[in-house]
């Protein structure tokens, strides 16, 4: 009976395996994600688009932490810094920043992402996040910023430095762009394997995977979305192939990676650093050594205790005011 068990698993398995290395070397299509701009042309029409927003975020976000935030000084600045927050996080990981910043005469926008901060709190809400939607999210967000300042200046986190690397590839209409751990890729796993994991995520019934050791907080959903992350990789997918296919839009580019990120795959960035390079730009590289031990989410204090140091590195490469000690 053991024997009967044991050989009915190994058939079970085996069948498992094969249908997930057939699906997995099934290639998605990959979509093609053009720019629309459609630029606020006034301060004011920036700011009815803002409400806009904010108003359809009322009574289905998590909670006041969630929701998308703008710092402004009553009319346009010099410039306007954009921060676009990371997958399965919401605004309130930049305000510190942004206050910062804020502080040194600039309005900040901090747009909430497509199905992030939900009050289901569930991180399952990430499967309708398609890169459609995340490209859609771009143009938005910059198109708001339009009216708010002379130049405008995007810093993203995680996918949200995915986010601000296709800004980099599509708008021209944007002054410089900052890309921080962006993910094309997870952690260091082979690019085949990500290929798979992407092809056999993208068809597969979504998996909500849970997180009990990641700390509860009012504005992050635990764990992860398999289709969630399929959705961020394609939205990469499909900018890899934009920078493959020419020049970026945005000549003024700074990229940052963390050698201690287990999170996403650096050598993926560095993939596409190289291509922005070979098109003829001149993005500037910076590295986090890894003996500084900074996790994936390196500027939010809520999970790195030493973001100010993350901060004055920022500011500094931003040519901005350093910190006060």
Same mark, same amino acid.
């Given at each position: 009976?053991?024997?009967?068990?044991?050989?009915?698993?190994?058939?079970?398995?085996?069948?498992?395996?094969?249908?997930?290395? $057939?699906?997995?070397?099934?290639?998605?299509?990959?979509?093609?994600?053009?720019?629309?701009?459609?630029?606020?042309?006034?301060?004011?029409?920036?700011?009815?688009?803002?409400?806009?927003?904010?108003?359809?975020?009322?009574?289905?976000?998590?909670?006041?932490?969630?929701?998308?935030?703008?710092?402004?000084?009553?009319?346009?600045?010099?410039?306007?810094?954009?921060?676009?927050?990371?997958?399965?996080?919401?605004?309130?990981?930049?305000?510190?920043?942004?206050?910062?910043?804020?502080?040194?005469?600039?309005?900040?926008?901090?747009?909430?992402?497509?199905?992030?901060?939900?009050?289901? !709190?569930?991180?399952?809400?990430?499967?309708?996040?398609?890169?459609?939607?995340?490209?859609?999210?771009?143009?938005? =967000?910059?198109?708001?910023?339009?009216?708010?300042?002379?130049?405008?200046?995007?810093?993203?986190?995680?996918?949200?430095?995915?986010?601000?690397?296709?800004?980099?590839?599509?708008?021209p209409d944007v002054a410089r762009v900052m890309s921080i751990?962006?993910?094309?890729?997870? !952690?260091?796993?082979?690019?085949?394997?990500?290929?798979?994991?992407?092809?056999?995520?993208?068809?597969?019934?979504?998996?909500?995977? =849970?997180?009990?050791?990641?700390?509860?907080?009012?504005?992050?959903?635990?764990?992860?979305?398999?289709?969630?992350?399929?959705?961020?990789?394609?939205?990469?997918?499909?900018?890899?192939?934009?920078?493959?296919?020419? !020049?970026?839009? $945005?000549?003024?580019?700074?990229?940052?990676?963390?050698?201690?990120?287990?999170? $996403?795959?650096?050598?993926?960035?560095?993939?596409?650093?190289?291509?922005?390079?070979?098109?003829?730009?001149?993005?500037?590289?910076?590295?986090?050594?890894?003996?500084?031990?900074?996790?994936?989410?390196?500027?939010?204090? =809520?999970?790195n205790p030493h973001a100010d140091a993350v901060y004055a590195?920022?500011?500094?490469?931003?040519?901005?005011?350093?910190?006060?000690?």
């Amino acid at each position: 009976m053991v024997k009967k068990v044991l050989k009915i698993i190994g058939i079970v398995l085996v069948v498992l395996l094969g249908i997930f290395l $057939v699906v997995g070397l099934i290639p998605v299509s990959v979509p093609e994600l053009p720019s629309s701009p459609n630029p606020a042309a006034s301060y004011d029409e920036a700011i009815a688009r803002f409400e806009t927003a904010v108003a359809a975020e009322q009574g289905i976000l998590m909670s006041p932490k969630s929701a998308s935030v703008l710092m402004t000084h009553g009319q346009p600045t010099e410039k306007v810094y954009v921060l676009i927050h990371g997958w399965t996080n919401s605004p309130f990981q930049w305000v510190d920043f942004g206050q910062m910043l804020y502080d040194r005469g600039y309005n900040v926008l901090i747009l909430r992402m497509p199905y992030h901060g939900l009050a289901s !709190g569930s991180v399952g809400e990430l499967r309708y996040a398609t890169p459609e939607l995340m490209r859609d999210y771009s143009d938005d =967000t910059i198109d708001i910023a339009a009216g708010l300042g002379e130049e405008v200046h995007v810093i993203g986190l995680s996918v949200g430095g995915s986010v601000a690397s296709w800004i980099a590839q599509n708008r021209p209409d944007v002054a410089r762009v900052m890309s921080i751990s962006p993910m094309y890729g997870i !952690g260091r796993l082979p690019k085949f394997v990500d290929y798979l994991l992407l092809n056999f995520a993208s068809r597969a019934p979504n998996m909500s995977l =849970t997180a009990p050791s990641e700390p509860q907080r009012e504005h992050v959903y635990r764990g992860q979305s398999t289709r969630g992350v399929a959705n961020a990789m394609l939205f990469g997918k499909s900018l890899f192939e934009q920078a493959a296919a020419g !020049g970026t839009a $945005v000549p003024n580019i700074i990229v940052i990676t963390n050698d201690n990120d287990t999170t $996403v795959n650096n050598r993926r960035t560095d993939e596409l650093t190289d291509l922005w390079q070979a098109a003829g730009a001149a993005p500037v590289r910076f590295v986090f050594a890894k003996e500084l031990g900074y996790p994936h989410n390196s500027i939010d204090r =809520t999970s790195n205790p030493h973001a100010d140091a993350v901060y004055a590195a920022m500011l500094d490469l931003l040519g901005e005011a350093p910190l006060q000690k």
